[in-house]
């Protein structure tokens, strides 16, 4: 049974920093590509960060110089660390691991940017 958890969301002021993970299990994770969305209230999915298997990085340029994905696959684990963050980045926000025509999602973890 393949499984990706969110954890690390919460409430946080204006400013401050959070750092999730998205734990997989079930899956030969250092294979997969592996993406961080985000999604607000009324708004559609945004991608927010992305890990290739080789380890390159890509970010929204929203987000750029803000947030740092990076993963450990001895963990088969991915993290976002989100810093200097604002009230417009309060969303949900999930996980998606993919390969080829293969991808999964995990249930997203919710983060609140209020003061």
């Known amino acids: 049974q393949v499984q990706l958890v969110e954890s690390g969301g919460g409430l946080v002021q204006p400013g401050g920093s959070l750092g999730l993970s998205c734990a997989a299990s079930?899956?030969?994770?250092?294979?997969?590509?592996v993406t961080w969305y985000r999604q607000a209230p009324g708004k559609q999915r945004e991608l927010v960060a992305v890990?290739?298997?080789?380890?390159?990085?890509n970010y929204a340029d929203s987000v750029k110089g803000q947030f740092a994905i990076s993963r450990d696959n001895a963990k088969n684990t991915v993290y976002l660390q989100m810093n200097s963050l604002k009230t417009e980045d309060t969303a949900v926000y999930l996980c998606h691991a993919y390969m080829g025509t293969t991808n999964y999602w995990g249930q997203g973890t919710q983060v609140t940017v209020s003061s």
């Open positions: 079930g899956i030969v994770f250092r294979l997969y590509t």
């Open positions: 890990i290739t298997n080789a380890g390159t990085t």
